[in-house]
């Protein structure tokens, strides 16, 4: 059996209590002998900085470059606002972003049935919704140059962001999409503007291509941007697979997440190129909350969306499907039984702690 290397940053805030769980079930998963990890654990962020002096220290970079996938629990916290900028808490997810070059991000909504009522919409717009959006992380306006603000003079001044996108950003991501889609649904829906944008034109034209030269029998469409976030309001289930830029996906995915009710049951990957020799990518997992300073310690956080993070490394790392599938499906059972963390609780009286959550899905599994 294949041993998977797994880098555990564990972080900050309710970083430690939710990943615990994680490693609960990663230790049960190979003490069935359903896959076997080698787990290594390292700092990231403020807990790093107060041992290393920076967010990251090289050593702990160069295991996360060695590693077959990064699980990443959550980053920051009161406690280190006086921090230097370069050595904030967020630097440590940066760079890891930055180094292992992960283009693309990969923010799944789904709603659990049992949680439908928690939506901000109505139970059947959004119930057993299970849509992924793939985001360009990389390029585009957040990155483009030139990014400066001139001062005109008499008071005047002109700030100046650039999107560009070069063909291959759009066909790598492209890719990833369509590759995803023929594992799910198999449909694929590009956003853009290209009514007014002329990287949108290119967009729209690089996915259309690649569309019929490598994956003809996946359905595709194209909507642009704004009628997008429309219809992800509207009819949430017509979609499967969007793919879509840094600025249009980093938008649209916060739209999706609030889809589904609660933070603390949102997963996300980010994904680099595949090694030409052994065809694995390098990939980063993590909720897609943060460090929630204010529950920290209090071992009530909800560790779903973490331990969904695992799962996804398990499908898009390590393509076990089927175990995937498994834990999914413990989730879903325990939710079905009324068991609930504080924020997923709406307003009920018995939530159980974030260890107790863990136990009733290992339990489940
Ligand atoms: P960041 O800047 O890192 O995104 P943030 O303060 O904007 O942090 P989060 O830390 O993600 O946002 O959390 C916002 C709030 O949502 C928290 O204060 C907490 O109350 C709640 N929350 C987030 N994650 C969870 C979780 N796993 N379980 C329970 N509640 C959570
Ligand atoms: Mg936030």
């Known amino acids: ?22 490693e609960k079930i990663a230790a049960f998963l ?26 990251i220290s090289e050593d702990d970079m160069a295991r996360a470059q060695e590693a077959d996938a990064v699980l990443l629990a959550a980053v920051g ?42 939506s901000s919409l109505k139970r059947e717009v959004v119930d057993g919704l299970d849509i992924l959006i793939v985001r360009e ?22 700030a100046i962001d650039t999107q560009v996108y070069d063909t291959y950003e759009i066909e790598r991501i492209g890719r990833i999409a369509f590759e995803l889609a023929r594992k799910r649904r198999n449909k694929v829906t590009s956003s853009e503007k290209r009514n007014v944008m002329k990287s949108g034109v290119l967009w729209h034209e690089v996915i259309s291509a690649l569309h019929t030269r490598e994956f003809p029998d996946v359905e595709l469409e194209h909507q642009l941007a ?5 219809q992800l309001v509207r009819r949430p289930k017509q979609f499967d697979v969007i793919v879509t830029d840094n600025l249009f996906g980093d938008m649209l995915s916060d739209v999706a997440a609030m889809l ?7 997963p996300s990957a980010s994904l680099g190129e595949r090694n030409a020799t052994t065809g694995a990518r390098k990939a980063l997992y993590e909720p897609v909350h943060g460090s929630a300073p204010d529950i920290a310690g209090k071992g009530i956080a909800n560790p779903i969306a ?28 325990v939710l079905e039984k009324g068991l609930r963390t504080g924020d997923i609780a709406g307003g009920a009286q018995n939530t159980i702690s974030t260890a107790q959550m863990g136990d009733a899905i290992l339990e489940e599994l």
Not at 4 to 11: A, D, N, S, T
Not at 140 to 151: A, L
């Open 306 to 333: 973490m331990i969904s993070s695992l799962v996804m490394a398990l499908r898009y790392s390590f393509n076990l499907e089927d175990l995937a599938d498994r834990i999914d499906r413990s989730i879903a059972a």
């Open 226 to 230: 704004d009628a997008l976030g429309m």
């Open 260 to 266: 589904t009710g609660s933070l603390g049951m949102l």
């Open 1 to 22: 059996m294949t041993t998977y290397k797994l880098l555990v940053l564990p972080g900050d805030g309710i970083g430690p209590e939710v990943m615990a769980e994680v």
């Open 77 to 118: 916290g009161p406690k280190w606002d006086q921090v230097p900028y370069e050595n904030r808490p967020e630097a440590g997810l940066l760079r890891l972003r930055k180094d292992m070059q992960l283009f693309a991000n990969l923010r799944p909504a789904i709603c659990y049935p049992a949680l439908a009522d928690a």
């Open 137 to 158: 992380l990389t390029g585009g306006v957040y990155f483009g140059e030139p990014k400066q603000i001139i001062d005109l003079g008499n008071g005047q001044k002109r």
């Open 30 to 55: 190979t003490y069935e002998g359903l896959v076997k990890f080698e787990i290594e654990k390292g700092l990231v962020g403020g807990s790093a900085y107060d041992v290393y002096g920076a967010a």
